[in-house]
């Protein structure tokens, strides 16, 4: 799985030459905390969206998608599981 924080995600977004100063400026005032975990082929990802208290899980299975808040307990534990089932 590749993980992205928000670390990483603000210094790509200031960066980017060709991004509005407005867009680069929040960027780099935005003190809220995101990380993102996708699979390598897309089918699972999981957002972490500080303040709410709860994780982001979208999974998509043959034609179907499903995407569910839960917990950050239970996301943990989901997450653990998803790694130690897969070859990530």
Not at 20 to 33: F, G, I, M, V, Y
Not at 74 to 85: C, M
Request: one cysteine or more.
């Amino acid at each position: 799985m590749e993980f992205t924080d928000s670390d990483e995600l603000r210094r790509d977004i200031l960066a980017n030459q060709y991004l509005p100063e407005h867009l680069r400026e929040r960027a780099k005032n935005d003190t809220s905390e995101y990380c993102r975990a996708e699979d390598a082929d897309n089918l699972l990802e999981v957002d972490r969206l500080a303040g709410r208290g709860l994780v982001r899980f979208y999974m998509e299975a043959g034609n179907g998608s499903m995407q569910v808040d839960v917990p950050e307990e239970t996301a943990r534990s989901v997450a653990r599981w998803i790694l130690d089932h897969t070859n990530a």
